[in-house]
Nanobody, 125 residues
Framework: QVQLVESGGGLVQPGGSLRLSCAASGSIFSINGMGWHRQAPGKQRELVATSTRAGSTVYADSVKGRFTISRDNAKNTVYLQMNNLKPEDTAVYYC???????????????????WGQGTQVTVSS
């Protein structure tokens, strides 16, 4: 019932910037956490950044000072501003969210944590 759609990936030179967007849609009652993971070729998927609805953020050490996560709660959208990109940032980036599904009764509410389909970010000269 909930879909996450990422956009904004592409090819960029080292030192360049990209902004990723992820919009959640469907039978959403509320969203608490939203965030980004990435998976580089031959490597495990890793956390990039997360944000609670209230604005608390967590970043991987490898992206601190370069990436910024932000949200527009009214639009159920999370962004990842990526500056000073490096070749090692090359990966598929996935959006995640902690979603409480809409229900006419609070007793019927369920929490789901969907993933987006991913968007490719390639940093190369």
């Amino acid at each position: 019932q909930v879909q996450l759609v990422e956009s904004g990936g592409g090819l960029v030179q080292p030192g360049g910037s990209l902004r990723l967007s992820c919009a959640a849609s469907g039978s959403i009652f509320s969203i608490n956490g939203m965030g980004w993971h990435r998976q580089a070729p031959g490597k495990q998927r890793e956390l990039v950044a997360t944000s609670t609805r209230a604005g608390s953020t967590v970043y991987a050490d490898s992206v601190k000072g370069r990436f910024t996560i932000s949200r527009d709660n009214a639009k159920n959208t999370v962004y990842l501003q990526m500056n000073n990109l490096k070749p090692e940032d090359t990966a598929v980036y996935y959006c995640t969210a902690d979603v409480t599904l809409f229900s006419t009764s609070a007793m019927s509410r369920r929490v789901t944590s969907p993933w987006g389909q991913g968007t490719q970010v390639t940093v190369s000269s």
